[in-house]
């Protein structure tokens, strides 16, 4: 064995990415960036990706912690059709965390949050700086067995 892989540390893996039919790169890339720089290993799909996307990520990397998904062109509940489903089927068998501008127009849709969470969205966050708290809420609820309470160090 390398003295090198003795003293790795063990990264906490997320994925990430964009819905099916949004091109907007920015907030991605930034988060990605944020991401890594506090630790994490992001598995970045990028723009574009299909919910079968984001499961065969899963399927390459089952220690993912999140599927997170970002959209802004307002097209999120068309494009995650077929989440329910991947997550029913435990082809995403982790969280999914979705954020960015999750509707069309500058009025939003006060239902536009119920319905991803009908869709199979576990968590919807508004701005990417939430990211590392929430990761570790989710982190804590399934490794803590029920009835069990984390004690603060
Ligand atoms: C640049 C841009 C483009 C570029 C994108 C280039 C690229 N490769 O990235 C181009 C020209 C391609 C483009 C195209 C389109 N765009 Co555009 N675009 C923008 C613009 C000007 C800036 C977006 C940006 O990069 N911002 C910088 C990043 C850092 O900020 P942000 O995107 O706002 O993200 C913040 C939050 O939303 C949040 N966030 C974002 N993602 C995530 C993810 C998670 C998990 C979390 C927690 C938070 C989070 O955190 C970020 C920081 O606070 C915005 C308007 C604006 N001023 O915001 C419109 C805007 C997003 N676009 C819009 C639209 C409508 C389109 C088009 C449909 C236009 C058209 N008719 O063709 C297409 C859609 C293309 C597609 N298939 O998706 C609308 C969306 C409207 C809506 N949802 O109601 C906007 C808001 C413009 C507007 N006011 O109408 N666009």
Do not use: W
Request: proline share 7%; with cysteine.
């Amino acid at each position: 064995m390398q003295p090198h892989q003795l003293t790795r540390p063990v990264l906490r893996t997320v994925i990430l990415g964009v819905a099916a039919s949004d091109s907007h790169a920015v907030a991605n890339q930034l988060i990605a960036h944020f991401l890594r720089g506090l630790g994490f290993d992001v598995v970045n799909l990028g723009t574009c990706t299909p919910v079968e996307e984001f499961a065969q990520a899963y399927r390459e990397h089952p220690e993912a912690e999140a599927v997170i998904i970002g959209s802004l062109n307002g097209h999120i509940h068309e494009d995650l059709r077929g989440l329910g489903q991947a997550k029913e089927t435990g082809r995403i068998g982790c969280p999914v965390i979705v954020g960015g501008n999750l509707s069309v127009g500058s009025r939003k849709d006060p239902s536009a949050h119920e319905r991803l969470y009908a869709l199979g969205a576990d968590r919807i966050l508004a701005r990417p700086d939430g990211l590392p708290a929430l990761l570790d809420e989710l982190r804590a609820a399934r490794t803590t067995p029920v009835g069990l309470v984390p004690v603060a160090s």
